[in-house]
């Protein structure tokens, strides 16, 4: 089968899956990274239709039209091609319901007959089931004292992602890597677990993870993304595997 032959398989394939299963928040795209299917749910969720979507690169961002972000998710579709293996990608999107938290796993369409990447396959699954709209505004600043915030601590930049990424069930190890893939500076393990030990613990009074994890959902952390990461919210997590 040939490679075109094989994607617009897949496009008819898909287009029937998301009939039966209408609630599929799914893109497929060319290795140009150029939208050539988006499910109708998920196209009702940016406000726009299929048609609207389709030869765009960038359709559910909330930077689109931003040229250097959409460089960020190029770049992560051509690691996707040239690895031709699944990865999972933290996003942040702004959907017509709110601000939402996601995990992207986008897989490599590979036709066996050829062994070509032919396109991108991406999922889209909330993590969060609250809406941020309304939550989003404070970002963890701390610096209006309304009663909602008077109990919370003053956090560093970094304490604030360590938070966010903590909230997300990242490991010490997991939060590392993923600072490191975005920034590029030289972040370990052991530097995430001081961050927990000598300094989350003593802010929110507390002697372990577990203890911390339900401290910060009580004090609403769950429902909170630092400003700092709206600008980077395409995360690739490397140490993740889809199955």
Do not use: W
């Amino acid at each position: 089968m040939l490679d075109q032959d094989f994607l617009e398989k897949t496009l008819l394939s898909m287009a029937f899956l998301c009939q039966t299963m209408p609630k599929q928040m799914v893109t497929i795209k060319d290795i140009h990274s150029v939208i050539i299917f988006c499910s109708d749910f998920l196209a009702t969720r940016t406000g726009l239709t299929m048609d609207q979507l389709v030869g765009k690169k960038i359709g559910v961002s909330l930077y689109a039209g931003d040229e250097t972000f959409e460089k960020v998710v190029m770049t992560e579709d051509q690691t996707i091609i040239n690895s031709r293996v699944p990865k999972v990608i933290l996003k942040v999107s702004k959907f017509c319901d709110g601000l939402t938290p996601h995990l992207a796993i986008k897989t490599p369409l590979i036709n066996p007959e050829t062994n070509n990447v032919v396109g991108i396959l991406t999922q889209l699954y909330d993590f969060v089931t609250t809406n941020l709209t309304k939550n989003i505004i404070p970002k963890m600043d701390g610096h209006k004292k309304t009663d909602h915030l008077k109990n919370r601590p003053k956090l560093s930049k970094r304490e604030k992602e360590i938070i966010f990424f903590f909230m997300a069930n990242l490991s010490s190890q997991e939060i590392a890597d993923t600072i490191n893939e975005h920034e590029g500076k030289p972040l370990t393990k052991s530097t995430i677990d001081s961050v927990f030990n000598d300094q989350l613990y003593l802010k929110f009074d507390v002697y372990n993870r577990v203890a911390l994890y339900q401290k910060l959902q009580a004090l609403g952390y769950d429902q909170l993304i630092p400003k700092t990461l709206l600008s980077k919210m395409s995360v690739m997590l490397d140490v993740m595997q889809t199955y």
